[in-house]
């Protein structure tokens, strides 16, 4: 009976997440239906950092404000993590480093948010350059990290703070290993971006919100590009 008692939340749980899903894929297929076609430069959305599944605040006015531009005629493009880290801010346990991903689940919740709308997925490509670069590197110097001219130790420092739930970070194996795996992240981030910039060179790039690393990049490249 406590097996029983126990599991009816979690059914009344997984019930109201799959009721979520259905309604928003219905007001995708009705924005995908009813959307202007424009000929005006695009507008890039990227949104990594909010929600793994469901819907946060800041994930649901993401997906909202794109919905406004597609009606309005206004060409978006979703820049969607397809498992395109090796360790994301909201994914990781920091208890417990190696613990694997919850990428499927999130990768789900995007199929459903982007159905019908222009989506460019990145999936995650080491970088044995930079890793060799970084293998050994202490706390002080993980933190000065360039790499093809982008800051990446400074970009992703308040991640792992925010993270680790500490300001003044330790010196040990266990903060070492995430600040490498957020640092080789954030260039495939860096990398995967920059194609797609090239690729659009959209009017506008909308990040939410713009404070832990995979937004935090893409913010410092489009300030480099002008955009």
Same mark, same amino acid.
């Given at each position: 009976?406590?097996?029983? #008692?126990?599991?009816?939340?979690?059914?009344?749980?997984?019930?109201?997440?799959?009721?979520?899903?259905?309604?928003?894929?219905?007001?995708?297929?009705?924005?995908?239906?009813?959307?202007?076609?424009?000929?005006?430069?695009?507008?890039?959305?990227?949104?990594?950092?909010?929600?793994?599944?469901?819907?946060?605040?800041?994930?649901?006015?993401?997906?909202?404000? #794109?919905?406004?531009?597609?009606?309005?005629?206004?060409?978006?493009?979703?820049?969607?993590?397809?498992?395109?880290?090796?360790?994301?801010?909201?994914?990781?346990?920091?208890?417990?480093?190696?613990?694997?991903?919850?990428?499927?689940?999130?990768?789900?919740?995007?199929?459903?948010?982007?159905?019908?709308?222009?989506?460019?997925?990145?999936?995650?490509?080491?970088?044995? #350059?930079?890793?060799?670069?970084?293998?050994?590197?202490?706390?002080?110097?993980?933190?000065?990290?360039?790499?093809?001219?982008?800051?990446?130790?400074?970009?992703?420092?308040?991640?792992?703070?925010?993270?680790?739930?500490?300001?003044?970070?330790?010196?040990?194996?266990?903060?070492?290993?995430?600040?490498?795996?957020?640092?080789?992240?954030?260039?495939?981030?860096?990398?995967?971006?920059? #194609?797609?910039?090239?690729?659009?060179?959209?009017?506008?790039?909308?990040?939410?919100?713009?404070?832990?690393?995979?937004?935090?990049?893409?913010?410092?490249?489009?300030?480099?590009?002008?955009?």
């Amino acid at each position: 009976s406590s097996m029983s #008692a126990t599991s009816i939340p979690v059914l009344k749980q997984r019930a109201q997440y799959l009721l979520q899903l259905i309604q928003i894929l219905r007001k995708a297929i009705v924005i995908s239906v009813f959307s202007k076609r424009g000929n005006r430069k695009p507008v890039i959305v990227f949104n990594a950092s909010t929600r793994i599944q469901g819907l946060s605040q800041n994930a649901a006015f993401s997906l909202l404000i #794109a919905w406004a531009l597609r009606l309005a005629g206004v060409p978006v493009v979703h820049f969607v993590c397809k498992a395109g880290m090796s360790r994301c801010v909201l994914g990781t346990n920091p208890e417990e480093a190696t613990q694997p991903m919850p990428c499927q689940r999130c990768i789900r919740q995007s199929r459903v948010n982007y159905f019908g709308a222009h989506t460019h997925w990145f999936s995650y490509e080491r970088n044995p #350059a930079l890793l060799a670069l970084i293998r050994n590197s202490s706390l002080e110097q993980l933190m000065q990290v360039e790499y093809s001219g982008i800051p990446l130790g400074q970009i992703v420092l308040p991640s792992l703070r925010w993270r680790l739930r500490v300001h003044n970070l330790t010196d040990d194996e266990r903060t070492r290993t995430l600040y490498r795996e957020f640092i080789l992240s954030a260039w495939n981030v860096a990398r995967e971006f920059t #194609a797609l910039l090239d690729a659009t060179n959209p009017q506008a790039v909308l990040v939410f919100n713009g404070q832990f690393f995979p937004e935090a990049t893409v913010r410092w490249l489009c300030i480099q590009h002008g955009v």
